[in-house]
Every structure is written in C-alpha cells, then in structure tokens.
C-alpha cells in the first residue's frame, strides 16, 4: 500500500507557483491535496496529484527539482474526533510524526489524512491493526 | 614515453641562455617603448630613467610600473607602439571591473601568441591527430582566438564551438569525437553536469585532455572535472592586456604553470611597496612583454598573487613555474574586516559535495556588512522536510565559517539557477557604496 507524494523544491520567486500549477493543468493533471512549508529562504510543495508519473515527467521538463516521497494516505470519518482516533494509534505505537495534511473525497462523505513519518510500513500496520483503511495511488483517481 | 614540444630548442634552452635572451630582448624593448609610447616615455622621464641605463634582465627593477589604470588612463591609443597600419586586430576585456582594456596587435603579435597556446596543447598531449573543440567565447575575448589559433598551429582538427549551446558542444564532441576541450573551467563543469545526467559515463566520454583558465579554479576543482570527463586537466594562463592564454602552462606534471620566458619576462613583487621579491617568495606577478609590438607592456601589474619557482621540471621544459594563482588583489573582498577569495567558497563547496555553483552576495545594512551566499542544491540532497533543508545550510555555513573566520548566510537555490559562464562567471556582487 503506498501513495506517492510528489515534492517540488520552489524558489521563493514571484510566479514560481503559478508556473508550477499552470504546466500540471496544461497537462490535465489534478491536485488533490497540497501542503506547502517555507523558510525565508525556499518553499517545499508537496501534491498529491491524479496521474503521478505525469506530473513528474512535467515538472521535471520544466527544469524543476522534483522528488518522489512515500507517504501513507488513510480514509477517516467526517466527524468530529476521528482524526484524533487515527493520532492516537500512531501516538501509542511510538511512531514520529513529520508532518501532515487532509483533503476531502468529491464523491463519498469521507475525509483523508496524507501522513509523513519516519516508518511507513510501522504506521500502515498499526493503522490497518486499528481498523483504519489506507489509500494507495490507484484509488486517488476514484476519490 | 618520448617527451614533446611544440618548439623544443626555446622550451628546454638552459636557464643561462634564457636570461640572455631576455636580456638581449629587453634592452630593445624599452628602446622600442621609449621611443614610440608617449605615455611609458613620461613614466621613465619622471622616475630619471633612460633607455640606455637598462643593459639586462638586472636593471628591470629600475623601470617604472604600469597598472590597470594606467591601461585606463591611455584608453584607446596610449600605449600603443606601433603605427594603427602595422596592427592587424584587437581584442578586449570584459570591462567588468572598470573600463574596458584594448589590446593591439601586429600580425606577429599574433603569430607568436598563437604559438605560446600551441605550446600549451602539446603539453597537454596535442598533436594533430587530435581533435581540439574550443568552447571559449570568440569574438572580444581572447580566449577562443587564442586557442583557436594555437590548436591550428598543432594541426589539431579544430572546433572553433565558442561557448554557451551546451547541447550542441556535446553533440560536437561525440559525434566528431573531440579529444582535447578548451574552455572556462566552470564551463568544463557544467559541460561534465550535463554529460553525468544525460547518462554518460566518463569512459564513453571521447576527451582526453582539457586546458582551462581564464577564471580562478581550485585543486578540487580539478579532481572534480577529470573525474566527472574521465580527463587530464591542464590550467592556462593568461591575460589580455598580455596577449591572452598562454602566458604561461602546465605540462603533465600539473604543478605549477611554465612561463614562456622567451616573450615574457616575470617578477614577483611585495603589493604594497613594489619592492621586488626574491624566488619562491608569495606575491603579485609582474610581466614585462619582450617581443611584443603593437601593445608592449613594461612591467605590468597583473593583481595576481602567486609564487614562482625554477626547480628541473620532469617534463624537461627549463621555463620558470608559476603557481596557480592564490587570488587576486581585485578578486578579493573585504567582508566584515576579513579577506575572501571566492576561491575559498569554491573549495568548500568542492568539499562538501556541492558543484562549484555559487553566487556571493555581499551588501552593507546598518553599518554592517552582509554576506549572503546561494548555493545550488544538489539534487541528491534535496528532502521533502524543512528541517533537513536547512539543516544542510547551517552546516554548509558552518564549513565557510571554519574556512573564513566570518559566518556567511547561506541560501539554497534550485539546480541550474544561478548564471553559467558564457565567459566568466559572475561569482561576486558586492552592493556596497563605499566612498
């Protein structure tokens, strides 16, 4: 079970995000979820998109510094404390957060969580253990 | 291995010949100088020298210096020596540190610069059965003439490529299976960058030998070229207010450049009072052009700091060594009361596993002087956390620290964002408005 999360190291430069979300819709591809963390100095984007492959292949012909990074996508409830649920099991297990982000489904009442930690298969095991269901690559195109 | 030269009699004469021909030399230069430079003519009235008082190399100190601003001072016409209908072509500085410089040449100005370069590339192996592409820029800049002109010489197949066009430099190289490259040693990088990432390894990589100059370059610098082209990397020297490339050379030892002491007479002086140095002593290069004749400099300064040495030569070349320069006195910066060669952040870099690819930014903000560093990142390293970014700043920082005494800021920036050199490369850009 894995998700691919696509990193793309940004200048801090006027217009780089545009330029950047510009060439993926000119390629059709979809953003479904995006984080950005920044220093003075640099941004780092972090996209979970609908056609990986593509949006690497793109970006990278733009000249842009692109990294693949695993990260572990789970299905958690819309309701109130169902994220906390979810901390909880990762939290008792020990496993270190870097950091997170959620994005909602289009089709189903039902939100998800991209979580970055130190040990992927540890999380994806203690989260399935917790009755947690985790997405992968294929299911981002249905959500 | 049978040893070889371009011009074997000049390049291994005894050391005692040598000094006779530079004296022999000399005494008709500053006769020639006298004579027909209104401008150097002052400098000697002023200082109470005649033509006559000089007799050999021993009364060289006697002569009176020339620097860049004097170059300045003359601009255009005001050391040239020969009437414009003898010159044949000029060639020019970048003017990047002040006012342009305007070399004039004869056409045996030319002929035996383009030799000294020939020199240069069959030290470097040469011969004509090689295949020599020249990506120094053409035009102004001396360094494609000049070795477009020496490779021509040797008989090497040339490429005259220029610079910049990197595709095509590469498509060039492989597909007439160029075995020699001249070029900026920056440049020699970014062609080894884009060879490494196009997927070829320096075995499919056709070059031999590279002769690179024009640009300040470090030890590890050349580790890093030969390793990523799989080559021998020569250095060159040369500056245009002298001719151009080939001043001086390596040969395949690679410690220390020969110095063509027939067209170039070379002194080491203390900066500050110009007192002449003995050998082997550190201190700035002074050259005096011997044969030249439609722009010969007496003692010119050159701002680089070196050493020279006269010690047998493996090679079998007898010409004085100099060293690599350590820096330049208009290279260097005075940052927070400290000196910095941009050399130093090369090293570092080199050092560190980072390409040579940098920028210093240096500015004054509240009486203090700021001194920003970008570094292109190396893909490698790059993470998907901030902390691991910037960690890698800190402890890039941290290495300039040890290196300099002062703390730069250092910023990451994308591969392949900052500038190549076409030419030079812009390393410096000091906003400080200091009257």
Not at chain 2, 164 to 174: C, L, V
């Amino acid at each position: 079970m894995s998700l691919k999360q696509l990193t793309i190291f940004v200048e801090n430069k006027q217009g780089t995000l545009v330029d950047i979300t510009d060439a993926l819709a000119k390629n059709d591809i979809n953003i479904r979820a995006l984080s950005i963390a920044d220093t003075q100095d640099f941004g780092i984007l972090r996209l979970i998109v609908t056609d990986y492959d593509k949006a690497e292949k793109t970006l990278t012909e733009e000249g842009y510094l692109v990294k693949c990074t695993e990260v572990v996508g789970v299905k958690i409830g819309d309701a109130p404390g169902k994220l906390s649920s979810a901390l909880d099991v990762l939290d008792k297990e020990g496993i270190n957060m870097e950091y997170l982000y959620a994005f909602m489904s289009r089709t189903e009442k039902h939100a998800y969580v991209v979580l970055r930690v130190a040990d992927n298969a540890h999380a994806e095991k203690a989260l399935e253990d917790a009755g947690f269901h985790l997405i992968s690559d294929a299911d981002i195109n249905k959500l | 291995m049978e040893k070889r030269y371009f011009q074997k009699e000049i390049e291994t004469m005894s050391v005692e010949e040598i000094k006779k021909l530079q004296s022999e030399k000399l005494v008709k230069q500053v006769k020639h100088v006298y004579e027909n430079v209104e401008y150097y003519r002052s400098l000697m009235d002023e200082k109470g020298v005649k033509p006559e008082d000089i007799k050999g190399i021993e009364d060289l100190h006697k002569l009176p210096f020339l620097s860049k601003a004097d170059l300045r001072d003359a601009y255009p016409y005001g050391l040239l020596a020969k009437p414009l209908d003898e010159c044949v072509r000029i060639q020019s500085t970048s003017g990047t540190t002040g006012r342009r410089v305007i070399a004039f040449y004869t056409q045996k100005d030319i002929d035996l610069w383009e030799d000294c370069c020939a020199r240069a590339i069959v030290a470097a192996g040469g011969t004509n059965k090689d295949v020599c592409q020249v990506a120094y820029g053409y035009g102004l800049f001396t360094g494609g003439p000049g070795l477009n002109g020496g490779s021509h010489r040797v008989g090497c197949l040339t490429l005259p490529m220029s610079s910049g066009n990197t595709e095509r430099q590469i498509q060039f190289m492989m597909d007439l299976s160029a075995t020699i490259i001249c070029c900026t040693p920056s440049y020699a990088a970014y062609i080894g960058e884009t060879l490494k990432e196009q997927g070829y390894t320096p075995d499919q990589i056709p070059l031999k030998a590279g002769i690179f100059g024009a640009e300040a370059w470090t030890e590890e610098m050349r580790q890093n070229i030969q390793e990523t082209l799989g080559i021998k990397a020569y250095d060159i020297y040369g500056l245009t207010e002298t001719s151009g490339p080939g001043v001086a050379f390596e040969c395949e030892e690679q410690t220390g450049m020969h110095i063509n002491e027939d067209h170039f007479l070379a002194e080491i002086i203390d900066p500050d009072t110009g007192e002449v140095l003995p050998e082997g002593t550190k201190g700035e290069l002074v050259f005096t052009a011997l044969d030249k004749e439609a722009f010969p400099l007496l003692r010119y300064r050159t701002r680089d700091i070196c050493v020279l040495t006269r010690k047998p030569c493996s090679c079998g070349r007898t010409h004085i060594k100099m060293s690599k320069p350590m820096g330049r006195s208009d290279d260097m910066m005075i940052i927070r009361g400290v000196n910095v060669f941009p050399s130093q952040i090369e090293t570092v870099l080199l050092q560190e596993g980072y390409q040579p690819n940098y920028q210093i930014i240096v500015d004054r903000k509240n009486n203090t002087d700021t001194f920003d560093v970008n570094v292109e990142m190396n893909p490698d390293q790059f993470t998907d956390t901030v902390g691991a970014l910037t960690a890698l700043e800190k402890s890039l920082a941290g290495a300039m620290k040890t290196m300099l005494g002062i703390n730069p800021a250092v910023h990451l920036v994308p591969p392949k964002s900052i500038a190549r050199s076409e030419g030079k490369a812009v390393r410096v850009i000091d906003k400080r408005k200091l009257v």
